[in-house]
């Protein structure tokens, strides 16, 4: 159990193209996801914290107008990357957590991220 | 910035060796988890410790959270090849997962 699809798994697209990147957990409901990007040997940063029917809430530095997220239901988050460019480039993550509330101990579970790169 | 961090960044050992890292948090936590991320990969759940001085084992990893609930250590004995990859832990604060930086085990035959 516990599986969250992320699609699709790697975007290869042209500067000023918007690309938007889908987390779905299949087979339980996730009132919280959240979305993490990852630089080649770095850790995972968090980017924001989807909250279903709820505006996203973003870390500090984290662009919200550039990084649209949609949590239009309680299975899927949506994170659009608008009019990318180079340095968008990176691999970005997104993860969902069982249990009631996003304050609860239950594991985050990732999906199998999205490689992207902008030419 | 980071506010867990990881030591050692890197670790090579041979195969049979014993392999530590060290997870530090400049505040207490609620809870401390455990992934594994292998090259191209993403991140693996290995555990989640959320008592004070807790001790969990799996097979051949030992993991500990401190009694301060600020770090934690990871411990493998007699590494595989299969062990290779990036460790991180994740400090849980409020609804906040953070992760560390990392500590990326080589493995040599």
């Known amino acids: 159990g516990a599986v969250v699809s992320q699609h699709p798994s790697w975007v290869i697209c042209k500067s000023g193209t918007s690309v938007k990147i889908e987390c779905r957990s299949l087979?339980?409901?996730?009132?919280?996801m959240f979305w993490y990007r990852q630089f080649p040997k770095q850790s995972l940063m968090l980017m924001a914290t989807?909250?279903?029917?709820?505006?996203?809430?973003?870390e500090q530095g984290v662009e919200k107008d550039k990084f649209l997220i949609n949590h239009a239901s309680l299975t899927l988050s949506t994170l659009t990357v608008t009019s990318a460019h180079p340095e968008d480039s990176s691999f970005y993550i997104c993860?969902?957590?069982?249990?009631?509330?996003?304050?609860?101990?239950?594991?985050?579970?990732f999906g199998d991220g999205t490689r992207l790169s902008i030419l | 910035g980071q506010q867990v961090m990881q030591i050692p960044q890197y670790q090579h050992v041979q195969e049979g060796e014993d392999f530590t890292t060290y997870c530090n948090s400049s505040?207490?936590?609620?809870?401390i988890q455990w992934y594994k991320q292998r090259p191209g990969g993403h991140p693996v759940f290995l555990i989640q410790?959320?008592?004070?001085?807790e001790v969990k084992k799996q097979k051949r990893l030992t993991f500990q959270f401190g009694e301060a609930k600020k770090n934690s250590s990871l411990h493998i004995t007699a590494t595989q090849t299969t062990d290779v990859g990036t460790y991180f832990c994740?400090?849980?604060?409020?609804?906040?997962?953070?992760f560390g930086t990392g500590t990326r085990l080589q493995v040599f035959p």
């Open positions: 993860s969902a957590k069982q249990g009631a509330g996003s304050y609860s101990n239950q594991p985050q579970h």
């Open positions: 087979d339980f409901q996730a009132t919280t």
């Open positions: 989807s909250n279903e029917g709820s505006k996203a809430t973003y």
């Open positions: 505040t207490t936590l609620s809870n």
């Open positions: 410790l959320v008592k004070s001085g």
């Open positions: 994740a400090g849980q604060r409020t609804d906040k997962l953070i």
